[in-house]
Every structure is written in C-alpha cells, then in structure tokens.
C-alpha cells in the first residue's frame, strides 16, 4: 500500500513548457528543450513534474483555453516529443501530472464552432445555453473587475452561452454523459502516453450544475468517483490533484469518506492562514486552519504550497486580515488582483529578505502534506509589475546570465524575461546559484532531501504543541513510533521559547537535522532555546539515526 502511495512522501514540481526552456530560438519554451533540464530537476530531487497547460490552444489564458485535447500545442512541439520526455522523466524516477483542464473549452475549439453553427449537432448539448440572458449573469464571475458577465450572446445562433471564466472559455455541460465520456478518455490517451495524474483544473466548477435557471448550483460528486475509479483501472497508482478551493467542511466530500475520490487537493484555507501568519506573526489562525483540515481518508493527501502560476488568493481572510496581508506584501493597488488577491512571487513579496524566504519554504515543507513547488522559486526569482494580470510572475526560466537569461538563444521570448533590478538574470540564476554552496539553490536541494527522509510529515499524525509565543509555530509529526519537531520563529526578533516535547523519555533528546545544534531537555523534561529572527529548527526525537528512516517507507 506505501509504495502505491507514491505522492505521500513526495516533491512536486510545477512548470509551464512555455517559460522554462527554448531549444529552437524561436523564444518559446519547449519540449526539447524541457528534456534537455530533466537532470536539473533530478538533481533537485524532486518526485514529480507537474505541466502547466500545453494542449493546442489559441493562447489567451496561458493555455487554459484548450482546442484540442489529443494534441501538443506545435509551439512546443509533437506528440512524439512529449513522449520523449516522459520517457526521460521514467528513467530518472520523475512521475509526470499534466493540467486537466474541462470545465470549459476554447472558442475556438470544432465542438464549440459546430455547436453555435448548427442547433441540431451532436456538439450543442455539450455546452450551456439560454433563449435570453439571464438574470444573474453579473454574478459569480472568476475574474472581477477584468470579467463582466458569465452569459454571452452567441451572434450565429442568437443564443446566450455560459462562460464562468472568460467569454471565450464556454463551459462544457459536464452533466452530459457524452461529455463525461469524453473527459475519460483524454485522461485514457495521456495516461497511455506516460503520465502519472492530473492536477484537475476549477473542481467545484466541473463538477457543479449549470444552466439558466440554476440559482444555487449543487455538486455532482459522484462525478469524481467516476474519474477516480477510470484511472485506478487504466493505471493503478495514478492521482488526481484536484484545485478547489472550499470550506474546510466541504473537504471530505471532494476526498469521499472512505477516499474514493481525489487523491489530493490543494489546500488554500492553510495557505492563506500562512501568508497571514507571515505577516503578522501570529500563528494561531495558523494552527486552526491546520486543525480545521486534520480530517482526511487515510489515502488523501493535502498538496501544500506558497505561491502559484494564478494570483495569491486571500478571500477567505476576513477583512482586517486581508489588509494586513496586503500592507505587508502588496501595499501598491498594482501589485493586487480581482479585488482578492496578490499577483506577486514570492521573493519580492519579501523583499528579498533570505531569512524570511527559507523560514517560508522551510515551513511549506514541514506542513502536512505534500509541497508543491514553482519553478524559479528555488533561485528566487521576481516578477514584473508591468506585465498585465498574472503574466507577471510568469516570467521565463533564468538559467545563466547570457542574453534572454539562457532562455532562449532568439532574440523575442515569450515573454521578456527579468532585465532589470535586483531580480534581473543577471544577478538571479541558475548557473550562479549552483556554484554558491549557500545559494538558494542549493539550500532547497538540501531542503528537499530532508522532507523526503522525515516521512513522518507525508504519513504521520500532527500535534501543535504550545511554547508560550503566538508568533513561534512548535509541531510533532508521529508515525511508526517515530516522532520529528520542527519549529519556526515569524518575529523579526530573537525569541526565547520553552515546550514539553510530550513524547516522554524519547522527547528528552532532540537530534537536529537541518544545520543548528541538538537540544537536551532539562530535568523537567522541558526545551529551552533561543531562536534568531526567522529561525527555525526540524530535530528528530529519541536520538535515532534519521538517515535509516528511508528504509521504511
């Protein structure tokens, strides 16, 4: 069952073909040239690669505006290509989830062009359609302020279709059993072509009722069982890593009871708690969204992360805490998004501030769960403002500094890379890093070896454990009468803390595995230490050699 569960004690790795490297100099990321950087990724030690959008598609959402399904963009080359790669990520133990992206198509895309042009085609009961406007087609739109409405008039069939994204994005009728047919079997054909899973795009909205007259949409959650039971038959420990951010008492329904649905999900009620409790130094909202998503099947997994390809979704902050946030990391209305959220990466939001990005990362790999990571966040890459939406943090790959970053040998990338400024690729990149013994890069190879040998994390129960200071963040992982501590300080401040490890006499010797010292309770049975502005500490209880630990799992 352990091995089955690959994704437990796993790294993932996510990356858009476009932006990360150009093997042709046409200024578009490829999959040669992504083929060309799989030992780089190897030697990062990560577990899995996750492919942003790479479909054939017109290209005005980044690619989630798919056109076809059974096809690799030409951009980025031929299916042949692709499997090249996947091949080449087998050999090096690297898993492979690509974007799933049905909830809605791209205008463009022939079941879309034949359902408009003609009423009767088999394609028209693919898509959502509405005699007149309806009357709360202002409301529930993804993108405020940039979107303006979710129903728009289709001028050749004089009908109002729904778009819940963009109105070049129609929504696919996912009640349709044609539909779900056919959402089957292009995980079939990717899953015959080498990959792992899915990182399911926009869940509730796949899964939600659609229509005009639908005022409260109810999930259709038997839906994910189906997709769930298709590729455990099609290829047994393949995943789904499902994107839906909702209430933590909604959990369990995307993960089913006995987990016969998602695998994973991507946990934003911690994430949001995380950023806040950057910001203010107080961990308790923290702790409580922690504790407010314990409950999973024994088989889901959390997928834990900082920053993504989309904007830094605060919403479900309330008020006073979302400001505090935004003063903190966007104070400028320019570095907000969709009335929400932040649209920056992570280094700049922190001011390039060293101590702060590894307390940060060094907190995503100890939460419960699996960390998902962003490419160029290992080197700590910046962003640019004058970019528009989100393409700002989506800039290309810094590898070196020779012109366009190494990106690309053209002259006209996709998009410019980071010139100038302290995030410039002169100054930020991958060849520099790998040099530096204490580079950014090299701190998060060293980082993620230590996740992958404290399975304690991906497998164990968790225990905040109180240390007499809201803004130090104490937690025990147990497994297999095992236990890590790891321990992170949010003040800008030394800070003195006392905790009881609470495991007993094994508790009484505290064996560091990061690079600080070991810590010997007193006679009390309690720790005393000191710990540096954004300091932090992972120990390994009972004095074992936490090297060996591997062997179990």
């Known amino acids: ?58 290209g005005r959402d980044d690619g989630y505006d798919v056109s076809d399904y059974y096809n690799v963009d030409p951009r980025y080359g031929t299916l042949g290509d692709f499997v090249e790669f996947t091949h080449g990520a087998k050999q090096r133990g690297i898993r492979v989830l690509i974007d799933l992206v049905v909830n809605h198509t ?73 539909v779900q047919a056919e959402i089957l079997k292009i995980m079939g054909f990717w899953l015959q072509l080498g990959v792992s899973g899915f990182r399911m795009d926009a869940v509730p909205f796949v899964i939600a009722e659609k229509g005009a007259d639908v005022k409260v949409p109810k999930e259709q959650f038997d839906m994910l069982r189906t997709f769930r039971e298709f590729l455990q038959w099609r290829k047994g420990d393949s995943i789904i890593l499902a994107e839906a951010n909702v209430v933590p008492k909604q959990n369990l329904q995307y993960f089913g009871d006995d987990g016969e649905r998602m695998q994973m999900m ?43 390809h989309d904007e830094l979704d605060l919403g479900r902050l309330n008020e006073k805490q979302r400001q505090q946030v935004f003063d903190a990391f966007a104070p400028d209305k320019t570095m907000q998004l969709y009335d929400r959220g932040i649209r920056r990466r992570l280094a700049p939001m922190l001011g390039g501030d060293e101590r702060r990005l590894k307390l940060a990362y060094s907190l995503m790999y100890s939460l419960p769960g699996t960390p998902v990571l962003r490419y160029g966040d ?16 989506r800039t290309p790959m810094q590898w070196s500094d020779e012109p366009q970053g190494g990106f690309t040998k053209g002259d006209k990338p996709v998009l410019p890379v980071i010139e100038k400024g302290p995030y410039g690729f002169e100054h930020v990149n991958v060849a520099f890093q790998r040099r530096d013994p204490q580079s950014m890069l090299n701190w998060t190879e060293r980082m993620i070896r230590m996740r992958k040998e404290a399975p ?9 454990l109180d240390c007499g200071d809201q803004g130090v963040l104490v937690m025990r992982y147990d497994w297999r009468n095992n236990a890590v501590i790891i321990i992170h300080n949010f003040h800008d401040k030394p800070v003195e803390i006392t905790f009881d490890a609470g495991i007993g006499d094994d508790g ?46």
């Open 1 to 58: 069952m352990i091995n089955d569960l690959w994704y437990k004690n796993a790294v993932v790795y996510c990356l858009s073909v476009e932006t990360f490297m150009d093997s042709n100099g046409d200024g578009v990321g490829d999959f040669q040239g992504l083929q060309r950087r799989l030992d780089y990724l190897a030697g990062l030690g990560i577990n899995a690669i996750w492919l942003m959008p790479f479909q054939t598609s017109p």
């Open 378 to 393: 290992e080197i700590g890459m910046g962003d640019d403002l004058s970019l528009p939406e989100r393409n700002c943090a």
């Open 266 to 308: 991507f946990n934003f009620h911690v994430n949001q708690s995380l950023f806040y409790a950057m910001a203010s130094a107080d961990t308790r909202p923290l702790a409580k969204a922690m504790q407010d998503t314990r409950e999973r099947p024994h088989t889901g997994q959390w997928g834990v992360f900082l920053r993504n």
């Open 106 to 178: 791209s205008d463009q895309h022939p079941w879309f062009k034949q359902a408009c042009s003609d009423k009767n085609s088999r394609y028209r009961d693919w898509y959502v359609w509405s005699d007149k406007k309806p009357a709360n087609a202002d409301e529930g739109m993804v993108f405020p302020g940039v979107q303006k409405t979710t129903w728009t008039r289709d001028r050749q069939s004089g009908e109002y279709y729904f778009h819940r994204f963009y109105d070049f994005q129609p929504d696919l009728n996912t009640e349709n059993p044609h």
């Open 508 to 553: 009484h010797l505290l064996i560091d595995i990061a690079d600080g010292s070991d810590s010997r309770a007193d006679e009390g049975g309690l720790h005393h230490m000191v710990l540096e502005p954004y300091g932090y500490r992972w120990y390994r209880a009972g004095g074992l050699d936490y090297l060996l630990k591997r062997s179990e799992v």
């Open 456 to 464: 304690e994390i991906g497998w164990g129960a968790f225990e905040v």
